[in-house]
């Protein structure tokens, strides 16, 4: 199937209104959604949710894949590309190479984000050899 041009202010004005309703639930006006590359149609989307119900992974990029996988009832999502409020955490990037999405649009950037001084910590300490990381990793024989 070929691609369509994607409209990209249609999908980030969704973003737009996930991050109100994020404001309106009390939590980070984060959002994200999964676009069809070859239909142009949204096929998950959600908004952060991690305070909401003391979730740590419940992050708008993880919840918008898990959406769009039961969705399409599959886990590759090579046919799709992402769209987020911000630059996705290293948790979130993970699942995005998971779900084999090759294409990710975001609004704000790791240095416009107030939010995303954890996410800089984590980023840094992959670079770190196993053993000088903050984590302690031991295998056990």
Same mark, same amino acid.
Request: charged content about 25%; aromatic content about 8%.
């Given at each position: /199937?070929? #691609?369509? +041009?994607?409209?990209? %202010?249609?999908?980030? *004005?969704?973003?737009? =209104? ?30 952060? /949710?991690? #305070?909401? +119900?003391?979730?740590? %992974?419940?992050?708008? *990029?993880?919840?918008? =894949? ?76």
């Amino acid at each position: /199937m070929s #691609e369509i +041009v994607l409209d990209h %202010s249609k999908f980030m *004005e969704k973003i737009h =209104i996930l991050e109100q309703r994020a404001i309106k639930r009390g939590v980070r006006p984060l959002a994200c959604v999964i676009v069809n590359k070859s239909k142009g149609e949204i096929i998950g989307e959600a908004h952060h /949710m991690v #305070e909401l +119900v003391n979730e740590s %992974s419940l992050h708008s *990029e993880i919840m918008a =894949i898990n959406h769009a996988c039961h969705y399409l009832r599959k886990i590759d999502l090579s046919d799709c590309v992402l769209y987020s409020s911000c630059q996705p955490c290293p948790m979130c990037l993970a699942a995005i190479y998971w779900a084999k999405i090759d294409t990710v649009y975001y609004k704000n950037s790791n240095e416009d984000d107030d939010f995303s001084s954890y996410s800089k910590f984590i980023y840094d300490e992959f670079t770190k050899p196993i053993e000088e990381r903050k984590i302690k990793m031991n295998k056990i024989s």
